[in-house]
């Protein structure tokens, strides 16, 4: 049963300090979505790679946040220096385009920032 | 993007038919009509997703009018379990896409 993985899943950190999320797309797909998730603001895309080149990361604080695909299997999404307000849940979503509009969503890595 | 409108909430009762409507007046001609489901502390899952006409999987079907500015999730005979958020999203695969405030589903026992 393919799935996203994401680390890690929680993660509670002071103001100031460097996070780093991971995600393992699905092998085989060429999108890859991250996403980050408030009770304010709801479901919020920051930005998304094909075939591991951005294609858009206008959703994204381009100060303090930076997104990469080092290779088919790592996304990454880093925020430095983090913030209070950066405080939700960072979800990856991977899936191929060509076929239909699915994603496939992974856990969610829940972000506190003190 | 075409914006998309949905219900805030929806309350139903076990066993009932639960029909989720979606406004998309600005749809383009290449667009698709998504929905995905999303239970608290998990990401959004797929359920279905269609063109025009409708569309039916072994979870939901999915009604769309000529017009195409409108679609309806329907969810049969619904359980405890099928209380989550339900999102509409339209647009060409592959592109931004935008999620919405999503339609709040309650059912009671």
């Known amino acids: 049963d393919a799935r996203v993985t994401q680390t890690p899943r929680h993660k509670v950190t002071e103001m100031g300090q460097e996070v780093t999320m991971r995600c393992q797309p699905i092998?085989?797909?060429?999108?890859v979505f991250w996403y980050r998730q408030t009770m304010m603001q709801g479901l919020e895309l920051l930005a998304y790679f094909r075939n591991r080149a951005p294609l858009d990361d206008s959703g994204m604080p381009k100060d303090r946040f930076s997104a990469e695909m080092p290779d088919a299997t790592l996304a990454t999404l880093k925020i430095q220096p983090s913030e209070p307000r950066d405080s939700a849940v960072y979800f990856c979503?991977?899936?191929?385009?060509?076929?239909?509009?699915?994603?496939?969503f992974g856990p969610g890595t829940r972000l506190t920032v003190l | 993007l075409a914006k998309t409108t949905q219900p805030i909430s929806m309350d139903s009762y076990e066993g009932q038919e639960v029909n989720i409507t979606c406004s998309h007046n600005n749809i383009a001609t290449n667009d698709y009509i998504t929905w995905y489901q999303q239970f608290p502390s998990q990401g959004p899952r797929f359920i279905i997703q269609g063109y025009k006409t409708k569309v039916t999987n072994e979870v939901a079907s999915l009604f769309i009018p000529a017009d195409r500015k409108s679609s309806t999730l329907s969810l049969p005979r619904v359980s405890l379990s099928d209380t989550a958020v339900y999102y509409c999203?339209?647009?060409?695969?592959?592109?931004?896409?935008?999620f919405g405030a999503g339609t709040r589903l309650f059912v009671k026992a």
């Open positions: 999203l339209v647009g060409e695969w592959g592109f931004k896409t935008i």
């Open positions: 979503a991977s899936g191929f385009s060509g076929g239909n509009n699915e994603q496939f």
């Open positions: 092998l085989g797909h060429n999108t």
